[in-house]
């Protein structure tokens, strides 16, 4: 791919678009066409790839055609208007959302005067008004205001009591709620301390279960616990800490899924987790499909919905070219009932406890498929962002082999390492960035206290890293087991005693 997309002399760019365009809709595809934008030098057929994407990300692909043409310079500061030149952009920009919450907040006396004369009547405009007078009374009696504000401006100054939800409780009512406890809005979070949690869906009960968790009402926890519908193991971990009660430990020792609190309840009952790492026997000689090839894989999972034959399916993918993919098959053969941990021969380590982390990634991640791309274009096993393979001297068009992508992605990790020295900050980290880390998680985290570091761990602010972290450690745990190590545990790692 890299020989397509790169070296091409200019008049074969349009064979190359060309080529791409003949390819499935998919992430894998807007990728290489984000590619070719960024090479191009014509500005006509830059956005035409624009116009071929699957899922067009305006602040990437705007960007990368703003450079290219004044016309677009102009389109990309529409929709990320800054306070540097806020007033030689068109006022319909702010209107649609092209002004965040934040910049307006950072915006002097002159700036917020001119908006308000300007704006048409609107949540933009009641916004700009709030900031004008500093008057954030009136916020949470309009239910477009409130989630503007409480999702996206959830600062301590909007904090107030609210003695009406209603106008909120609809089904994103669950963000709010999170938005309240995650970002601890006192007063807000008083207020729905209040609440009658019966009338609400699973997921607004959990975060209002959350809520009395940090107003240490455990009593009123647990009622709410118990009335979540379809429990996973995530609530009766939390039933069994908070009651004690061994039925609840069963229900974590009977789940054939490990995860980080079933993997948590073995540990504690000394039971030995069940796992299987051996799947491949070499049965074929060329597998139907090359996980390197990022097409291949995409034609993997586009059958792998159709097939039910599945165990048939698998067989013909026996073979460590496929490993894989064939483990993704048998997953869900089995219904998700049997663990797999495959290792893939792709890095060896003296080091047993960072080999296992490793790979705990690298599972994560991809489930050890080469050719995987995300949708935020991530690439290869280890899912690493082309910025990040470029900072580190990579080259974005080998990263769908083992050897190229695992040795950046090491590289990446032993930096973080260096900085974080924790193995879950770490986990934190590969996914949401070493700033969000130390912005937003490290400052909060507690590993010691009543029910630490678990509460903490269920506060991280993104919905990705906070599961990712645990997925992680789980991961970590496991591989450091099949490797040899069995010395390290959760209650070791977490400090728990």
């Not at 939390?238 to 789940?255: F, G, I, P, T, V």
């Not at 051996?278 to 159709?306: A, C, G, H, M, R």
């Not at 026996?318 to 997953?331: F, G, R, W």
């Not at 506060?459 to 390290?488: C, Q, T, W």
Request: aromatic share 18%.
């Amino acid at each position: 791919m890299k020989k397509i997309i790169l070296f091409l002399p200019f008049f074969l760019f349009s064979l190359d678009l060309n080529y791409l365009l003949n390819k499935p809709k998919s992430y894998v595809r807007d990728f290489y066409l984000t590619q070719f934008m960024k090479e191009t030098n014509s500005t006509i057929l830059a956005y035409k790839a624009y116009n071929s994407l699957y899922k067009k990300r305006p602040f990437l692909h705007l960007k990368i055609l703003a450079k290219k043409s004044p016309l677009f310079n102009q389109i990309y500061r529409c929709i990320n208007v800054k306070k540097e030149y806020l007033r030689e952009v068109d006022i319909s920009c702010i209107l649609n959302n092209g002004l965040s919450l934040r910049t307006i907040a950072s915006l002097n006396n002159n700036d917020l005067k001119y908006l308000y004369k300007n704006l048409k009547n609107g949540k933009v405009k009641e916004a700009v008004k709030c900031f004008l007078y500093n008057d954030f009374s009136k916020v949470f009696k309009n239910r477009d205001l409130g989630y503007y504000f409480i999702l996206h401006y959830p600062a301590k100054k909007i904090d107030q009591i609210i003695d009406d939800f209603s106008i909120f409780e609809d089904k994103y009512f669950y963000m709010f709620v999170k938005s309240a406890v995650i970002n601890n809005l006192s007063l807000i979070r008083f207020s729905l301390s209040r609440l009658n949690y019966e009338k609400f869906d699973d997921k607004t009960k959990w975060w209002l279960f959350l809520n009395q968790m940090k107003f240490k009402r455990y009593k009123q926890a647990v009622k709410i616990l118990k009335s979540i519908h379809n429990k996973t193991s995530r609530e009766y971990f939390w039933l069994w800490k908070l009651s004690k009660k061994e039925k609840y430990l069963d229900k974590l020792l009977n789940n054939p899924r490990i995860d980080f609190y079933t993997l948590y309840a073995h540990e504690e009952s000394n039971i030995t987790f069940p796992i299987k790492t051996k799947i491949i026997y070499n049965s074929i000689k060329k597998p139907k499909y090359d996980q390197t090839n990022p097409w291949d894989v995409l034609k993997f999972f586009d059958e792998l919905k159709k097939r039910k034959d599945l165990f048939k399916f698998a067989k013909e993918l026996d073979s460590n070219k496929s490993i894989a993919l064939k483990s993704i098959v048998l997953d869900k053969a089995y219904h998700y009932k049997i663990n797999f941990f495959i290792t893939p021969p792709f890095y060896k380590d003296k080091n047993v406890s960072f080999r296992a982390f490793v790979y705990a990634i690298a599972r994560q991640e991809s489930r050890f498929i080469p050719a995987s791309v995300s949708r935020s274009y991530a690439l290869g096993t280890m899912q690493i962002m082309p910025f990040l393979i470029r900072s580190m001297k990579g080259d974005v068009f080998r990263q769908f082999d083992y050897k190229e992508n695992i040795t950046l992605g090491v590289k990446h990790l032993k930096w973080l390492f260096s900085r974080l020295h924790n193995p879950l900050m770490v986990a934190y980290a590969y996914n949401g960035g070493i700033g969000f880390v130390k912005r937003k998680v490290i400052p909060k985290f507690k590993f010691r206290g009543k029910f630490e570091p678990f509460l903490s761990m269920e506060l991280i602010p993104y919905d990705e890293s906070r599961e990712y972290g645990k997925r992680v450690i789980a991961n970590y745990i496991i591989y450091s087991h099949i490797f040899g190590d069995k010395n390290i545990t959760l209650h070791k790692l977490l400090n728990i005693n």
